[in-house]
């Protein structure tokens, strides 16, 4: 199998240059010799180069000039450009490589300095072409794999009667999820998971556990055997270090009492006439961490009065951090809530708040935030 030579670029308005760099370079590149820097920008524009050879002294564009052109023009600030001149100062050195040269060769050099530079140049070249091509290759499945994974988590069985949802995720696709379904007699099903860690791996479990939630509901399943079977599909099929910390809530509108079950996530808040009546603490592991072999974990029941509200939320809010790495935590979380029913405000406003909290150090974790309206 033949490979074809690599296609170099040798700029010098000297003859006798031009024809040492010919004597030295002919036999392993293919070589095109230019004798001003209007040339080589013509002979760039006709047929991309694997590596410029580049002196600076020369009449009408010196070389300083055809660099920066070649720098700012992106389908070609990617060419290698090595100089070769008899300028010496460390100031012109700087200069050329503050341009964007990969290299600084001056006259007089020897052979041997010449080629092991320009083969090095022309290997990292093409490492950096590979690259960049895996990359696109890898952006382009990942975000079919993303289109995929959103299209089966968008259910059109989502009932948002009484629900405000806020997310805010570090990526398209991440970790958390809301699903919320009504059962054919009339109970109504919500169920806040978070993921463990964020984006594509996170993901994973999310059209699992929402085809699963939705079929149940539909054919009327309690949610303690829902709660079964999400745990053990994702105990049995998820990899062991991805598992959901999730919040399920079940009521009826006719009655008034809620049943929560905290499975690994944050306290969730009730409230009353828009002050705190109690808190939901986690009271088991996050869903696909153990077989709970049967045994559905107790619910918590709470009276659930006209014109109370549950808030539930990923720990995306309160380990926000501060610029001193202090969280943002519970209580600041309670006080965002009251002024929240307060002054009935969007849940924009809270989030809003855990950004200017967070200020320059930004948000780590993907954010999801449920207010349930009774």
């Known amino acids: 199998?033949?490979?074809?030579?690599?296609?170099?670029?040798?700029?010098?308005?000297?003859?006798?240059?031009?024809?040492?760099?010919?004597?030295?370079?002919?036999?392993?590149?293919?070589?095109?010799?230019?004798?001003?820097?209007?040339?080589?920008?013509?002979?760039?524009?006709?047929?991309?180069?694997?590596?410029?050879?580049?002196?600076?002294?020369?009449?009408?564009?010196?070389?300083?000039?055809?660099?920066?052109?070649l720098q700012t023009v992106a389908s070609t600030r990617d060419i290698p450009?090595?100089?070769?001149?008899?300028?010496?100062?460390?100031?012109?050195?700087k200069r050329g490589l503050e341009m964007g040269?990969?290299?600084y060769i001056t006259k007089p050099f020897t052979e041997a300095l010449l080629l092991a530079r320009m083969r090095t140049h022309l290997s990292l070249s093409r490492s950096h072409r590979l690259l960049t091509h895996q990359n696109a290759l890898l952006n382009k499945e990942r975000n079919?794999?993303?289109?995929?994974?959103?299209?089966?988590?968008?259910?059109?069985?989502?009932?948002?009667d009484n629900l405000r949802v806020l997310m805010a995720p570090l990526s398209t696709t991440n970790g958390d999820l809301v699903l919320s379904?009504?059962?054919?007699?009339?109970?109504?099903?919500?169920?806040?998971?978070?993921?463990?860690?964020?984006?594509?791996?996170?993901?994973?479990?999310?059209?699992?556990?929402s085809a699963l939630f939705y079929l149940l509901a539909e054919q009327g399943a309690s949610m303690e055997t829902i709660l079964l079977r999400l745990n053990q599909e994702l105990y049995r099929k998820m990899p062991?270090?991805?598992?959901?910390?999730?919040?399920?809530?079940?009521?009826?509108?006719?009655?008034a009492r809620l049943r929560?079950?905290?499975?690994?996530?944050?306290?969730?808040?009730?409230?009353?006439?828009?002050?705190?009546?109690?808190?939901?603490?986690?009271?088991?592991?996050?869903?696909?961490?153990?077989?709970?072999?049967?045994?559905?974990?107790e619910a918590v029941e709470m009276d659930a009065e006209a014109g109370s509200d549950l808030f539930v939320y990923s720990d995306g809010l309160i380990e926000a951090l501060s610029p001193l790495k202090e969280r943002f935590g519970q209580q600041r979380i309670q006080l965002e809530f009251e002024a929240l029913l307060a002054t009935h405000s969007p849940l924009e406003k809270l989030y809003e708040s855990v950004q200017a909290f967070s200020g320059d150090y930004g948000l780590k974790d993907d954010v999801t935030l449920v207010h349930l309206q009774l």
């Open 101 to 103: 040269a990969v290299d």
């Open 1 to 69: 199998m033949t490979h074809l030579k690599p296609y170099v670029l040798a700029v010098d308005d000297e003859p006798i240059n031009r024809f040492v760099l010919e004597d030295l370079l002919e036999d392993q590149f293919e070589l095109l010799l230019l004798e001003s820097g209007q040339a080589c920008l013509d002979a760039v524009a006709q047929r991309k180069p694997d590596l410029i050879l580049l002196d600076i002294n020369m009449p009408g564009m010196d070389g300083f000039e055809v660099c920066q052109r």
């Open 144 to 160: 079919y794999i993303e289109n995929v994974i959103l299209n089966m988590r968008d259910d059109a069985f989502f009932v948002s």
């Open 240 to 255: 062991a270090d991805i598992f959901m910390a999730s919040v399920l809530v079940e009521w009826q509108p006719s009655r």
């Open 260 to 297: 929560i079950w905290n499975c690994g996530m944050a306290d969730a808040l009730y409230f009353k006439q828009q002050r705190l009546a109690g808190c939901i603490p986690s009271s088991t592991f996050a869903l696909g961490v153990v077989s709970l072999e049967g045994m559905p974990p």
């Open 181 to 209: 379904a009504q059962t054919p007699c009339g109970k109504r099903y919500l169920l806040i998971g978070d993921f463990t860690g964020h984006g594509l791996a996170a993901a994973l479990g999310g059209p699992l556990v």
């Open 81 to 93: 450009i090595m100089f070769l001149t008899a300028m010496s100062e460390v100031a012109d050195e």
